[in-house]
């Protein structure tokens, strides 16, 4: 996180943590796995009283940050959240807040966001797909315009939340481009199929979409803008994972660092063998780049930047590999209680591990990271091409 | 040591009278090479006590037909004899099923351990009764302040008249609720270094004060158990070696530990050399049919990473055949195993990154569908238990460094104390 | 190498290496590296009475192996050639002996094979072609029939050896597949073009066929059989890289264990340190892995296995890898004085790494593993077929 | 240190004013972004003694002008200002030529620790010459015995009235052929414990007694000296700091050494904050450049790779600034500089192996044509240069671990016997 925050966000990150530490021990994780949507609904509404869903909403909707930069401000939830492990659809609520506060009609913005700032309601976006589609930004499912309604045929997963959540953000190609289309999930043709998953808490679904009759009243934003808006959705949500994965890094190099001062082998504590403090040196440093690096794209999002995406997917590109194999190599310090359950080290592998696959995978991100580049080394050859111009004029 | 007489069973006949009984009277395994079985950590408990009664039934069988122990003395029911006829039974059970769950570690170390050390009585009453499949022995050996450090048991054993009185805990003891006998490494005198403490004894696993609690592990797995032991008692006939001299029994024990890949008093199915079968070579095809169902097959990256996998996996698989031939012949210490666990750690993480890699996000959550990459995604949450069981990479990098290239040992602050004293941390008190 | 050898081996392996630990040492080396060619001529007829260049020539051409497995003998002295990164064309010389003794008219051998033996001549494989056509395979050098002859026209590159061999084996595309013509160096219509490159004293160019005309009597073998001599081509000559490169991952290797015994630092050595400790043992498991990788290529192209290009491949796939990575971790370990050019540790890692880059990168024999493995896979899924068809008949 | 009194030129007007006086002063730099310089190491000597006497001159204007050593005291020829000048410094001069090569070491650590221990007379004497480019200052620190062990100097220099005579070798001095002083560290008592025996002179380069011999490096680049210094006479009035105290001197020496890409006494032209402009997130578009040729753009396997490099070049440039600022803030303590080295470390390695493989085979041999992939091949050679200059990462995962984290330090054999008791080995006898 930020090496400055204001007080107000001191406090702020401070109420979360404390909050969590209370009602999101390992213990309660643990007891959530069979839980069928992973949280406790009171849990949620307290969480949603503490602001968690508000920070990306405008005041006119009801929301509102705490440092006048919304997204930073998630950022320091999300970074307690991945220090807890934390339960609760942070990530999908927001997104679809923020699309819906910033692209919604009047009537979809009465009818979503105030059960999201309760927490009463859980909304979700629909835009990955199940293999053989799942490369980032592949949507095969079909949007038909049938008169002033669009019909709609495929798949989508996995969704986070997908089998509870009662607002659907789907993202579809229609015969004008993609499409984002706003429905409840109770909308007739829709299946859910639980997933299983890897975190303990979060709960994914798969949803197929058979002829499911969607007024064109429902489309989110003009259609012109939906490529800029799902970038935009993305960015948001690379934003939360990177500061939730840093959190969960944190955490583990915490509690190992502890463990390798404590824990004797040979009469010596783990700390002072040099293999490994130079594997904790390695740690470290990795730990501060993830800080580093969950910053920059915070800001850069926050901010709208032109290179907004180069973090993001920078970002995620070096915490799917470093954040990994930090943890990893926290539960490789543990020797063979780091891979029981009883032992909490696997609760924050799950953690990096679930974000660094959703919203692009590590590759997925250094593809699109060659793709800006190739973009900018463009517009730099026609730079030069003009500098060169303007030198012989 | 097995036999090496000239008037054994030549090993062409031996072949060819064993290939004839394995026809009659064992089972065709599942065809090697294809989808892996379901792993064990994954059984239901009902799976897997049948799995093992199976296993059982499968060595009586062999026991019966005299194919059990090809290399233990006949005197103790095996059939005393040569490495050469073990290679072969390894040869012709490929085809077949076979006792997996009896061989490491009933067969050895535990077996072997008796035969090395146990008394005349000892061997007697306990060989037979494992070639047999009527005992299966597991090994109390590890303990949850140990770590690397076996050396360290603080499980302790007092005297009481004949007997000895245990009291303790055990860790990472595979099957320990299924199994009948272990062999257990207790601390018989805390006033001397650690090394000079230890005595080693056998205990049946179901016993008065002996409570069993299974281990889960993250990912669902409960193979592995810890044992408390409260007041047990053991007669001192029970003990193996002389009291306070366990680590003379202790190094071998580890030495047996780590050398089970090549050894002949194990069974490991291996397909016949020359066969032409194209599975000598190794190569799992998972991967290609993965990524096809994937649909990213034909994507350079991913091919690379294929083809990254299969070389890695062919390279080991020869490197372990090298090291292995080099210890046995003794051209290399035996020490040298360390270098198969150091090039299985390397691969292992490479091949479950790779694995992950090629997974895609369904690896996170995934339906019936997409199960293949669900379980690609949990492999990856244990990724680093190759790393750990059986002794850890870095061990085994202390002691190649020290024990192959003899490099400076690492100090050690608990070698000319007495046990008593040595520095536990904070933790441990 | 091998863990067991014959007698004979042993004295040839150990003749071959009193030799160059005479006539190659590190001091021979540097100074060689403005020579035009790279060695003395007289080193090379030296070598070549040795035997360097008969064992995968067959006896009627005046050629033999000391084991009865002439590769296997000759893997022996790039062993050693690795271990002295030693001058001279033993690959390209070796190649192309075995290809024209195993496929030539009698006058082809009686041209090329004589010279070869007596090491005063070099022939060399004109098959690899540079950016944008240098991935393992491609080949755009055109041979155009016209009446009895062929027109070549293209490039080729890097071709060891390119500037001074006397005989080209060149890999051309013709309208009846690919094909390969035996030629002189000095053909009309050949330019060639000095490289510059890593190694000290192997010297390659890049060759410019411009309208050479070739007659079709300079073919190698019946073009239905080229692919498959192309592949025996390279299957030997990754052999010969392999056995070169562990010979150099050795020697760097023990270097490094002897300077880590003798270098002190803090008043302790280098070999008390846990951390480089931990690396040795790394080294030393990459070294036992080349060597065993190494000699399972040998006997697999030894024994013409179906098998043996998956045991090339996978062997330059490694070591390509751990290979380079063992000698650059040597030269870590010796701090500044390892990159300075009086140091030997770069000999060492210039052979891995050039050995590394020609006949197929890392990246190219990856690719082609994963072409093997799909092809086993079809067959299994057909047996697997077939069984089931088996079990319900 | 710098002055913070209110009454110096407000920022801004600074800028404005400095903004003018470098427009019609100094000339415009190459394209930042653009292809890369040719790297120093592969200068010709004269085009190398060229760039010096340029920079020497550019640094003189600035010094003339009046924006010589922005934070050196204003009695020393400095302009008494603020960190905050400095950050306008670099940004305003990013356009600019600057002088490179008289940044570091010469202003840090050079200027610096004479800023720090020198008498007035040596401050009077030194600083403002260092500040006019009259003086390029060097560091006669490592020796060939030495490695990571800077406080284990052997170069003796002993007392001869007003004089000291020193014996010894130092290496690794960059350009030391074309510098005018350095200053160096040597011992003067054996007799003592390593750290407590050493004393700081001030060398001039051109001095009876010194002979400078240049280092070949395996890339051809001839940048590194190795000075044999006999019988080299230097008064004392040269010494910096107490005699045998030289390690008090030496502690802030490898401080300043450590801290350079966070000093503002070093020039570092930074595009302006906000500027918009995209290359201050960095990025080499010329991997993409040299993919297009090589015909490999659209490989994936290839994209990956690219967008790798890129993803850890914005990330590890992101956590210097991090870090710096955290040290800067005294949010984390100095030692932290050994992040950025390992940062940097495997930012260096992985980036290299990445530009290899892209290069392909003509890295191996290369014409005009295929240069750029020569020059991979060549810079993949040196690879590990980035590991070891300016201290080995591994010196910096000590530093790390023991001074960031805490962990117990690495037993030394050297520090509480007289130096000259100290095993050194066989090699050093």
Partial sequence: MELELTEDQEFFADT????????????????????????????????????????????????????????????????????????????????VAAAVSRRGT??????????????????????????????????????????QNYVLNGRKGPVEAGAHAQHLLVVARAPEGLVQLLLPASSPGITVIPAQGLDLTRRFAEIRFDDVVVPRSALLGDPSATEADIERQLQLANVIQLAEMVGAMEKAFEITVEWAFNRYSFGRPLASYQELKHRFADMKAWLEAGHAAADAATRAVQDETDWAGEY????????????????????????????????????????VVVDSLLFGTVSDHRQRLATMLERREAVETNESHEDKEATNA | MPETATDLEPVEDFRLRLRSWLADNMPRARRRGAAPLRPRGQMSDEEELAEVAYHRELQRRLFEGGFAGICFPKEYGGQGLTPEHQKVFNEEIWPYDYPARLQVPPMQPCATIILDFGTEEQKRRHIP???????????????????????????????????????????????????????????TNWDVPKHRGLTVFMVPLRHEGIEIHRIEMLNGSREFCQEFLTDVRIPDSDRIGEVDQGWTVGTRWMFYEKSFSVSFYVTRPTPPEGSGDGMSVGGDTSLITEARRRGTLNDPATRELIGEAHALSLVSSEANRRIGEAIATGKMSDQGAGLSKIIGGTLGIRVANINFQLAGPAAAAWTEDSRAAGDQGVAFLTRQASQIGGGTTEMARNVVSERLLLMPRERTLDRDIPFRDVPRGPSTG
């Fill in chain 1, 16 to 95: 979360t943590r404390k909050f969590l530490e209370d009602k999101a021990t390992p213990t309660d994780l643990r007891q959530l796995r069979g839980d069928p949507i992973g949280y406790a609904p009171q849990y949620w509404r307290a969480g949603a009283e503490l602001g968690w869903t508000s920070l990306l909403v405008s005041e006119e909707d009801g929301g509102g940050s705490i440092s006048g930069r919304g997204l930073a401000d998630l950022a320091l939830v999300a970074h307690q959240f991945g220090r807890h492990a934390a339960p609760g659809p942070l990530l999908a609520t927001n997104v």
């Fill in chain 1, 312 to 351: 993001t997917s920078a970002g995620k590109a070096y915490m799917g590999v470093y954040g990994i194999e930090l943890v990893q190599d926290c539960v490789q310090m543990h020797g063979g209680i780091g891979v029981t359950f009883d032992h909490d080290m696997h609760l924050y592998l799950r953690r």
């Fill in chain 2, 129 to 187: 009764a494992i070639l047999r499949g009527d005992e299966i022995w597991m090994q109390m050996l590890s303990e949850p302040s140990g770590g690397s450090d076996v050396a360290g048991a603080q499980t302790t054993a007092v005297r009481d008249g004949d007997e000895w009185v245990l009291n303790g805990s055990k860790i990472w003891t595979t099957g320990a609720w299924w199994s009948d006998w272990a062999l257990c490494l207790a601390r």
């Fill in chain 1, 106 to 147: 009047p009537e979809q913005r009465a009818e979503v966001i105030p059960g999201l700032l309760a927490g009463e309601t859980v909304a979700t976006w629909c835009w990955a797909e199940p293999p053989p589609r799942d490369r980032l930004g592949e949507v095969g499912l079909s949007a038909t315009p049938d008169g």
